[in-house]
């Protein structure tokens, strides 16, 4: 019987950072040795004033240092010592804790970006990606920032109450009960604080994601709101969204501010108590003035960590509804696995075939009913149809970006879903209308299938693609920046780069979705040449709106509210007379445009 998963926070992160328990160990030993250290200095102010006001009789005398010049450089030296191995081993902690930050920090963010690219198709619909990109970066750093300091501090207040504890026991039992007693009062404060700020900063963290899912996607949008003047509108809706954010952070700010005040004021009964009655012990001589100067000290050291408690648990409380997030995301399992059947390249022949296919999005009708198709190897197949028919869900379901909700998809007689993930999308080049162009150079997008492919390969797929000629011509040639998505370049240099990339990959099967649809008549000829060269010798998949680029294919598919009403060759298809030969009319021209184009 497995374990059961913690659900606290704390627990949930101790659990994740297994592989760091070395490193949290050390850095906490570090941690609890130079509190020891850093509260040292009170009790050797207090040996000192004993040994002035005891001499002979002083705890070192008794110790077997009668001289008072010995005792004095014995503390001298004990200062030295004390003061250099705290100075050690804060720097042995701030180096241990920084780093186990930075190291989980790091992990965290590449696990949670893995599994995020991990992640079917349907779970972005549901999120945007600047709430996406609040966890994987704000998240993560709020953890970093607690990891820093925070664990330290909790772990140095910890270590000061038990130490000054046992010290006021040895040294005046009548008096540490005194100087304690605030303590449950404070440990059941820090638990009721903790219990309402967790909501609070839960809160803060959801504003957040959704402030940055706003700014993203307004910074992306740009063009469109310059172009429709909604730039007031759209900066009222940030006001409105960061308004809440801040909302947000005041509330739970009001009550983390109130804790340290009112941390003070209990603390302040256990230093007056041990200031009042330790006085007047060390005045009627129960009590000696070193050990009563120490206990004095000691109270001192003990409250600062104490109020300032209230700003740890503030950090922690951030960096626990943090983790929260963080965890939840890399909990959730991908719904679209790999098969472990192993896909050779070079056994792929390329025969696709969808059986009995039905599909629907997570909310609404099917997309695809009962659709048989059949793209046999090495041949050309076009999936024409009107807008909706279900046209661009063929191609996601190809790459398994999303799976069937009824019949299969099968490669070579193998359905998709037994494959190995990897190997399928391998044998499959992806040539959209939706061209995205990563921040680079152009050669390191034509090459993006193919990184370690040479410069002579990659000029030599960019002149197939015809994209050779624009590309020299560019100020840096091959070596240009093409901007994010590749907006330092029109639409059709962008579709010939993509194509170029599909032609350095040299897949078995080559998939075209749309990708002439966005192009001048003199771009689509120059692409279509490309294409055409691309899909000699393998499995070609077209989907396409202008009829013109399919009519040579080896057979068409009509798609209508996702199910196949026709099928045959280009001039098969005219002859029939059905909704084929009504759009082939349409586009050319035979008759108006108001007819069965739909």
């Not at 004033?49 to 004990?78: H, K, N, Y």
């Amino acid at each position: 019987m497995s374990a059961p998963v913690p659900r606290s926070p704390l627990a949930r992160l101790l659990r994740y950072a297994r592989p760091h328990r070395a490193a949290v160990r050390k850095s906490a030993i570090w941690s609890v040795l130079n509190k020891i250290f850093d509260l040292a200095p009170p009790a050797l102010i207090g040996m000192a004033v004993d040994v002035v006001v005891e001499r002979e009789d002083s705890l070192l005398a008794r110790l077997g240092f009668p001289d008072i010049v010995t005792q004095l450089w014995i503390l001298t030296v004990l200062t030295f010592v004390i003061w250099g191995l705290e100075s050690l081993f804060e720097y042995w902690l701030k180096v241990g804790w920084r780093n186990l930050a930075q190291s989980l920090q790091h992990d965290l963010r590449i696990d949670a970006y893995a599994r995020v690219q991990d992640m079917q198709l349907a779970f972005f619909e549901d999120k945007s990606s600047g709430g996406l990109m609040s966890i994987l970066n704000d998240d993560v750093n709020q953890l970093e920032r607690f990891l820093d300091s925070g664990a330290n501090e909790l772990l140095q207040v910890v270590t000061t109450v038990l130490v000054i504890g046992a010290a006021f026991f040895w040294l005046a039992p009548e008096v540490a009960w005194m100087a304690m007693l605030p303590m449950p009062f404070i440990l059941w404060g820090s638990v009721l604080f903790q219990k309402r700020l967790a909501p609070r900063y839960a809160q803060v963290r959801e504003e957040v994601g959704l402030l940055n899912a706003d700014l993203a996607g307004n910074l992306g949008g740009m063009a469109t709101i310059k172009s429709f003047t909604a730039e007031d509108r759209e900066r009222e809706r940030v006001r409105a969204r960061s308004d809440a954010y801040r909302v947000a952070n005041e509330s739970a700010i009001r009550l983390s501010s109130a804790f340290s005040p009112l941390i003070r004021m209990v603390i302040l009964v256990g230093f007056t108590a041990t200031l009042g009655f330790g006085g007047w012990m060390a005045a009627t001589d129960r009590l000696a003035v070193g050990a009563y100067s120490v206990m004095v000290f000691l109270t001192q050291r003990l409250l600062w960590p104490l109020t300032s408690l209230g700003a740890t648990f503030d950090l922690y409380q951030r960096a626990m509804a943090s983790t929260t997030r963080i965890l939840d995301l890399l909990d959730v399992r991908p719904a679209i696995l790999g098969g472990e059947r192993a896909l050779a390249r070079d056994e792929v022949r390329g025969s696709l075939r969808f059986e009995d296919l039905s599909f629907h999005y997570s909310s609404g009708s099917d997309v695809l009913s009962h659709v048989d198709l059949e793209v046999p190897a090495g041949h050309t197949v076009a999936i024409i149809g009107p807008t909706g028919s279900g046209k661009s869900t063929v191609v996601k379901l190809c790459l398994r970006l999303y799976d069937p909700t009824g019949g299969a998809v099968t490669l070579d007689g193998c359905d998709l879903r037994q494959l190995v993930l990897g190997d399928l999308r391998r044998a499959i080049g992806l040539v959209s209308q939706d061209v995205f162009l990563f921040h680079g150079s152009v050669r390191e997008n034509i090459a993006y299938g193919r990184p370690d492919a040479s410069e002579a390969e990659v000029a030599q797929a960019a002149a197939i693609a015809e994209a050779d000629e624009f590309v020299r011509a560019l100020p840096q040639g091959y070596d240009t920046l093409v901007g994010e998505r590749g907006q330092k370049l029109s639409g059709g240099q962008r579709q010939r780069i993509s194509i170029a990339r599909a032609v350095l990959k040299d897949p078995p099967i080559l998939v075209l979705d749309e990708a002439t649809s966005a192009v001048d008549n003199e771009t689509e000829a120059a692409i279509q040449r490309s294409l055409e060269r691309l899909s000699v010798g393998r499995t070609t998949l077209m989907i396409a709106h202008r009829l013109s680029t399919i009519r040579n294919a080896d057979r068409i598919y009509v798609l209508e509210s996702g199910s196949v009403c026709e099928q045959g060759t280009h001039e098969e298809l005219v002859a029939a007379g059905g909704l084929y030969a009504g759009l082939w009319r349409v586009q050319t021209g035979e008759r108006a445009a108001t007819g069965s184009a739909g």
